[in-house]
């Protein structure tokens, strides 16, 4: 009797092992003359990456068992479109895609949850994810990024991208171009940047340093720290500002040409600096500084409206 009841246990262990196991399924074709893909992922992550062949080459496995995958190609537009079943088993589901691309094929991305990566690119991408990691490495070309909850991380490349994450931290290092760092909770940091630049956070923090500003730039916080290190000549407007956070320039032994503006809530917040200023006012509730370094019309905006405006040598 034990032993019945042994080889019973044996059997529905099998059994439920065969019903939960997932049965992946495997994409491997080869497309040219490729002008436009599109992605539509539920739940994947998508690697992009440069073409050795001069042929776009697209990669995939996928739990057949959870999702129903198409991949289409016509007039010139590779789409890889995929869907959850209904009836779908419980626990995770996985996909992976890596697609190859020669150079100036446009990609346009949609994914709910999963990491996106671009590496090794010259185009022009749109991307949108819910939750995941979206990193460029040398990436060169335009990208419209919206993450709902994942990092951004830009290492390496050049170009005119534009990234909002919602709660992520935002990450740009060794990199030039029209670039464009938002997030609504997380920390923006910029390191070692050559450009036009606007870096903002809504809670978090937004420090940039090593920047040699080609353009305008911006770094703001609405209650976080904006803080940013002066790193060679600044011929353009230039903000550090925090709503109730503290706004820190460090002039880092650079000389500035132009005017410096200081600027706080005239009962909540301060204004610190290592020299006197020419011009003191008050308008509307708001305490403002002026340092005059030179008639060039360049301006310097620090300010904060309840922390502490702080200029360092």
Do not use: W
Not at 4 to 30: M, R
Not at 220 to 248: P, W
């Amino acid at each position: 009797m034990k032993k019945l009841i042994s080889n019973f246990t044996f059997l529905l262990a099998v059994i439920c092992l065969a019903f939960s196991s997932p049965v992946f399924s495997q994409i491997d074709e080869s497309f040219s003359n490729v002008k436009k893909v599109k992605f539509d992922i539920a739940v994947g992550d998508i690697q992009l990456q440069k073409s050795n062949s001069g042929k776009t080459e697209l990669l995939g496995n996928y739990d057949e068992g959870k999702l129903n995958v198409e991949v289409l190609f016509k007039n010139g537009e590779l789409s890889v479109i995929e869907k959850t079943k209904k009836k779908k088993t419980r626990g995770s589901i996985d996909s992976k895609y890596t697609l190859s691309i020669p150079d100036d094929i446009f990609v346009n991305i949609n994914t709910g949850t999963g990491d996106v990566s671009l590496n090794d690119l010259s185009t022009k991408t749109n991307i949108n994810t819910g939750t995941g990691m979206v990193s460029f490495q040398n990436y060169n070309g335009a990208s419209k990024l919206n993450s709902g909850t994942g990092n951004v991380r830009v290492i390496d490349s050049k170009g005119d991208i534009d990234m909002n994450s919602g709660t992520g931290n935002v990450m740009i290092e060794n990199s030039s171009g029209d670039l464009v760092a938002n997030s609504g909770t997380g920390n923006v940091k910029v390191d070692k940047v050559k450009g036009k630049l606007a870096a903002n956070s809504g809670t978090g923090n937004v420090k940039g340093s090593n920047v040699h500003l080609e353009g305008t730039a911006s770094f703001n916080s609405g209650t976080g720290a904006a803080q940013y290190v002066l790193t060679g000549e600044v011929s353009n407007d230039l903000s550090v500002n925090s709503g109730t956070g503290d706004a820190i320039l460090d002039m880092n032994g650079q000389r500035f040409e132009g005017t410096l503006i200081m600027k706080c809530d005239k009962d909540h917040g301060s204004i610190s600096a290592p020299f006197s200023f020419d011009k003191t006012e008050t308008k509307d509730d708001t305490l403002i500084k002026y340092k005059y370094f030179g008639d060039s019309g360049v301006e310097i905006q620090v300010s904060t409206g309840t922390g502490k405006a702080k200029v360092m040598k």
